[in-house]
T-cell receptor, first 118, second 112 residues
């Protein structure tokens, strides 16, 4: 089974702190994603990556950056945390259909990190 | 962009069939339709995917009419454990961000 793990289930930080959220997948997936989820807003894409050292902005990248130095690991960085970044953060991974024959958009999600910024 | 529209919420009773419809009027020729399920405090889970006509697996069926401007997720004989949020997505990853919009989903509440 595909396993996507996130470094913390719950995290409390203070305004202005630099925050690192780590995500690791064990299925050699090419694609990795970071979302945030807020009540009534569904999942919103922050950043995604189709390859090592490659990143693309999603719908709400402001205030965030990412790093993908290794294929299995995708990090989300909050350079200076603010209270409006209090949210549930979800990481996902998927393989590329052209290489694996898998379905399009079949993303595997981690359990999420609930971040509170005080 | 292939925006999707779903009902915000639906209610049902155990044992009933539930149909959730998603509208996607601007679907492109190469787009696929994918449905996810999310339980509280968990990440979404892939349910089913289709391109046209009907797809069925052990969990659900997906009906897509010829014009592909809508799709219907059908859950047979729901149980309390089917209470979740269901998301409809349209697109393909290789078309960039366009493929990755989840929207607000449909909150299904199954009553005993």
């Amino acid at each position: 089974d595909v396993k996507v793990t996130q470094s913390s289930r719950y995290l409390v930080k203070r305004t202005g702190e630099k925050v690192f959220l780590e995500c690791v997948q064990d299925m050699d997936h090419e694609n990795m994603f970071w979302y945030r989820q807020d009540p009534g807003l569904g999942l919103r894409l922050i950043y995604f990556s189709y390859d090592v050292k490659m990143k693309e902005k999603g719908d709400i990248p402001e205030g965030y950056s990412v790093s993908r130095e290794k294929k299995e690991r995708f990090s989300l960085i909050l350079e200076s945390a603010s209270t409006n970044q209090t949210s549930m953060y979800l990481c996902a991974s998927s393989s590329s259909p052209t290489t694996s024959g898998s379905l399009y958009n079949e993303q595997f999600f981690g359990p999420g990190t609930r971040l509170t910024v005080l | 962009l292939a925006k999707t529209t779903q009902p915000i919420s639906m209610d049902s009773y155990e044992g009933q069939e539930v149909n959730i419809t998603c509208s996607h009027n601007n679907i492109a020729t190469n787009d696929y339709i994918t449905w996810y399920q999310q339980f509280p405090s968990q990440g979404p889970r892939f349910i089913i995917q289709g391109y046209k006509t009907k797809v069925t697996n052990e969990v659900a069926s997906l009906f897509i009419p010829a014009d592909r401007k809508s799709s219907t997720l059908s859950l047979p004989r729901v149980s309390l454990s089917d209470t979740a949020v269901y998301y409809c997505l349209v697109g393909r990853p290789d078309t960039g961000r366009r493929a990755l919009t989840f929207g607000s989903g449909t909150r299904l509440q199954v009553q005993p």
